[in-house]
């Protein structure tokens, strides 16, 4: 998985790439709800066995994602900025000061972990 393609610039037009999309599974909207995570609480480098979106919509911060095989990128993201993170992909950001958005996940296999979890 390239992580270039799970940051999705939305405000510029970019969509969710097709090869982004033949990886994830169907979104749960049932499940999208709001976050606020401060400088004080980053949320800390983690994944999941189901896939993660977070849609941002005030403030800035820096998004870090890690591959199963160790490959890492950092990105800086703002209002209007989505990232995706398929099940297995490790993220965790730190915000600048106060960041707000919606977060929502995928439909949650039967047999799937539940939580963050940490390799």
């Known amino acids: 998985m390239d992580t270039n393609l799970c940051v999705i610039r939305l405000n510029d037009g970019e969509r969710v790439s097709g090869t982004?999309?033949?990886?994830?599974?169907?979104?749960?909207?049932?499940?999208?709800?709001?976050f606020a995570v401060s400088k004080e609480r980053p949320t800390e480098l983690h994944y999941h066995d189901f896939d993660e979106y977070w849609l941002f919509t005030e403030g800035m911060t820096t998004v870090?994602?890690?591959?199963?095989?160790g490959q890492t990128n950092?990105?800086?993201?703002?209002?209007?900025d989505l990232v995706v993170t398929p099940k297995s992909v490790e993220h965790g950001h730190i915000p600048d000061n106060i960041v707000k958005g919606v977060q929502w996940v995928s439909v949650i296999a039967h047999n799937a972990r539940r939580g963050h979890l940490h390799r």
Request: a neutral charge; hydrophobic letters at 30%; zero cysteines.
């Open 74 to 80: 950092s990105y800086r993201i703002g209002p209007g």
């Open 64 to 69: 870090t994602l890690r591959t199963a095989d």
């Open 20 to 34: 982004l999309r033949n990886v994830l599974d169907t979104p749960d909207m049932t499940t999208i709800g709001p």
